[in-house]
């Protein structure tokens, strides 16, 4: 009766999600989702390279970074970093400000927003080794035991990497240039107004990725260079991969559900997502959206045997999480034998729950909430067991943590309290898990949205021991910033910025992230 009761639910509410989603795109009647942004101040960040590659026919935004600082503040202040969103695949680096910087800012922070390379694309760069300046095609990018990243010297660019799966085997030379990036900030930090000892990483989606592993695997290597104060995520991924899943992210999962390795897999997701959640959505008819893939990111032997057993005939309606587990496992036996030291490596990039666990004094503080629990294609990604996860993580690490996340099908029984998100016209059910009580210390947190932008400032004032007064700002009806990637199978494009938080408000009650005005007792 209990997997009945929470399958009608989950039905439902998927069923809802789309129907909004269909109205408020195809009538004018969801102004909040037409407009992808709340309005800003629309400043243009300042414009500073950090890094040498270009796409041809494209400029260097890539590589660039932009950034906001607060009005008439002079010296070095902290600053809130964000790696956008975007599955590794899409996304860019915001240059106009939204409500969003001018809050920070008025709060004062400074705000940059940062780019990288996407994984389908090649990208180049001018060398003069030879006296002339050429074009050459980006390089490998080399992992190392501890995580580390360089680039290749002996000729061997992106176009001889050879996925072993799907497409988030490369995000090599995405970690690269978010180094590269966090390098130039530290180098400037004078120059940019910046404290790099107080650093607060903000986003959702892929960017956790890349934040995570600035924080957790990088920065134990940067001999101080920087210290993260705060984590602030929404939609949140823990490992990866999250497309074509294996080993690594089901255990996760079936850690938290009541029926362990024994949970159905068609109880998590319906046969509209098992390409993307079994296979390699960059092999050739894979992605409900085809992207332009300038490079083979299609292990076709690995992808064809997923499709088989799972998808042709939707044969996951008759599988369990151990079977997704044991198919096409990430495990030497299963590498060729030239690449296991670089696939060995490859989970320092991949498996933050053990990079947290080895360095859980990265972050002094981590906030986390995923609303997701249906089982579309945008669902398991972010599902709202990841953010459970962190919490299970840092109980275990003994990092400083708040995570809010909802009720999903088939979790295991739990007693932890539960916060409504009010005032809106679906309110949602959160589940709230916090070590040091931010919910009870912080009196202020009860008058905003749970993960909304207004918590968001406030986590991040008490996470640098400032007091902030939300009021000396006025925040605009929907302030959760937008934390997923686009559903691939939509062909609409949806802004980053906003567009998905409105959705969540209109169908759930908030999902963004935000953190609240905080009176410190220090």
């Known amino acids: 009766l209990k997997f009945a009761a929470m399958s009608l639910l989950r039905v439902e509410r998927g069923l809802m999600a789309r129907l909004l989603w269909v109205l408020c795109l195809a009538l004018p009647i969801c102004p909040s989702l037409a407009q992808p942004t709340v309005p800003g101040s629309g400043k243009l960040g300042e414009k500073h390279v950090f890094g040498k590659y270009f796409r041809q026919g494209f400029d260097n935004d890539d590589n660039s970074l932009w950034i906001w600082r ?47 390379r996407l994984t389908p694309y090649r990208y180049y760069y001018n060398s003069t080794d030879d006296g002339q300046t050429t074009q050459k095609l980006e390089e490998f990018v080399e992992v190392s035991e501890q995580g580390m990243l360089s680039l290749n010297t002996n000729g061997k660019t992106m176009a001889d990497f050879e996925v072993y799966s799907g497409r988030q085997d490369l995000i090599t030379k995405c970690m690269y240039d978010a180094v590269q990036s966090l390098e130039y900030i530290i180098a400037n930090a004078v120059a940019l107004g910046v404290d790099p000892q107080r650093l607060i990483f903000q986003t959702g989606s892929a960017g956790t990725g890349i934040s995570n592993y600035l924080t957790y695997g990088y920065q ?84 064809q045997a997923r499709y088989v057993d799972f998808c042709s005939t939707n044969g996951f309606k008759t599988k369990t999480i151990s079977d997704a587990i044991s198919h096409g496992a990430y495990i030497p036996a299963n590498w060729p034998k030239d690449t296991w030291e670089y696939h060995e490596n490859m989970k320092k990039l991949w498996y933050h729950d053990l990079n947290i666990a080895a360095y859980p004094q990265g972050a002094d503080y981590v906030f986390v909430a995923n609303p997701l629990n249906g089982s579309s294609q945008q669902d398991l990604p972010h599902m709202s067991v990841f953010a459970q996860s962190y919490a299970t993580v840092c109980k ?28 809106e016209t679906m309110p949602l059910t959160w589940n709230y898990e916090s070590n040091f009580a931010w919910r009870e210390t912080f009196s202020d947190v009860q008058d905003v949205h749970v993960a909304s932008l207004q918590e968001q400032i406030l986590f991040g004032c008490m996470s640098v021991a400032w007091v902030c007064d939300l009021s000396t700002f006025t925040f605009g009806s929907h302030t959760a910033p937008t934390m997923t990637d686009p559903p691939e199978s939509s062909s609409t494009v949806i802004s980053h910025s906003a567009s998905y938080s409105a959705l969540f408000s209109v169908h759930a009650g908030a999902l963004a992230f935000a953190l609240l005005h905080s009176r410190l007792s220090l």
């Open 396 to 423: 275990k690490a003994g990092c400083r943590y708040t995570v809010y996340y909802t009720n999903y099908e088939g979790m295991k029984g739990s007693s932890v309290p539960q916060v409504e998100s009010e005032k």
């Open 70 to 116: 607060p009005n008439g503040v002079v010296g070095q202040m902290p600053a809130v970093l964000y790696y956008h969103p975007g599955g590794f695949s899409g996304g860019k680096p915001e240059k106009v400000a939204g409500q969003k910087m001018d809050a920070w800012t008025t709060f004062g922070f400074a705000y940059i927003s940062i780019g990288y």
């Open 220 to 303: 134990p290597k940067a001999k101080l260079a920087f210290h993260t104060k705060a984590l602030i995520f929404a939609s949140a991924q823990l490992v990866y991969p999250v497309e074509g899943l294996m080993q690594k992210a089901w255990e996760i999962i079936a850690d938290h559900m009541e029926l362990g390795n024994n949970t159905p897999l068609d109880s998590i997701f319906d046969p509209s997502a098992c390409k993307q959640e079994m296979c390699n959505v960059a092999c050739p008819g894979f992605e409900s959206k085809p992207t332009a893939w300038e490079y083979d990111a299609c292990n076709s032997t690995w992808n």
